[in-house]
């Protein structure tokens, strides 16, 4: 096993854009977590990922999100992601 480093970004999206941002994030892969918090900082949701998640499992949590989009204007996702200290082992 290699050793993984943990990194954090941050993106600023508002209300219409946040479910094509989200499924941009996942379509770049090592995504850990994802959190969605509005302009206050509030923390909506926090999705937890795996490896194998993907497709019909993620069906509600797009039914989730889709309701978040419509409470607030402005979010402000957080992702972590794992990445390979040593990759050429």
């Given amino acids: 096993m290699s050793p993984e480093k943990t990194s954090y970004e941050e993106f600023r999206v508002d209300g219409d854009a946040l479910i094509a941002k989200i499924k941009e994030i996942l379509h770049e892969g090592n995504v850990r977590k994802i959190i969605i918090k509005d302009d206050k900082g509030h923390t909506y949701i926090e999705i937890p990922l795996t490896v194998g998640v993907v497709g019909a499992v993620l069906l509600p ?11 607030a204007a402005n979010f402000t996702i957080v992702v972590e992601k794992i990445e390979d200290v040593n990759p050429s082992a």
């Fill in 61 to 71: 949590v797009w039914a989730a999100i889709g309701a978040i989009a419509a409470l």
